[in-house]
């Protein structure tokens, strides 16, 4: 069951690379065309975050889907995610250069969402990964998010 999941996966990721002609990041360029920037940096962030253990978990996938259908109403398809998860800022470990870039447009309340459903997706599998401490990490210092803001997630 485990091997067709990943094997289904690789066919979608490819799929969605081949008809990705427009260079973006998503294959329903229409759809994050239409983000606002806290609901694209809420949506590269969880998706990086799935790939911060290498290894990309379909209910990792499928809480991002309902985080952001949840808070912010937004419906993005699990090739969204993946396609977010693959993008090359996120290959290179590059979510916290993205995030400084736009922090001049996130609110408190932003930042917070992001750091809370962060936390969501890192014990969403029942288990830490010292990779997954690392972003969380410097996602927060990325956000200039202190102690005491952390304490209040």
């Known amino acids: 069951m485990k091997l067709m999941s990943e094997i289904q996966y690789k066919i979608d990721f490819i799929g969605e690379v081949l008809l990705n002609a427009s260079g973006c990041p998503f294959i329903r360029t229409e759809n994050i065309m239409s983000l606002s920037i806290p609901q694209e940096a809420l949506l590269k962030t969880l998706a990086a975050m799935t790939h911060a253990d290498t290894n990309i978990q379909q209910i990792e996938v499928e809480a991002v889907q309902e985080i952001m259908k949840a808070e912010l109403g937004v419906s993005v398809t699990s090739a969204d995610v993946r ?5 090359e800022f996120i290959e290179n470990r590059q979510i ?4 400084k870039s736009v922090l001049s447009q996130l609110e408190m ?6 750091l809370r459903t962060l936390r969501k997706i890192v014990l969403i599998d029942g288990k830490v990964d010292p990779n997954e401490v690392e972003m969380f990490n410097n996602v927060a210092a990325a956000l200039k ?3 005491a803001d952390l304490v209040q997630l």
């Open 83 to 87: 396609m977010a998860a693959h993008a």
């Open 96 to 99: 916290h250069k993205y995030l």
């Open 109 to 114: 309340a932003d930042k917070t969402l992001i």
């Open 145 to 147: 998010l202190s102690a």
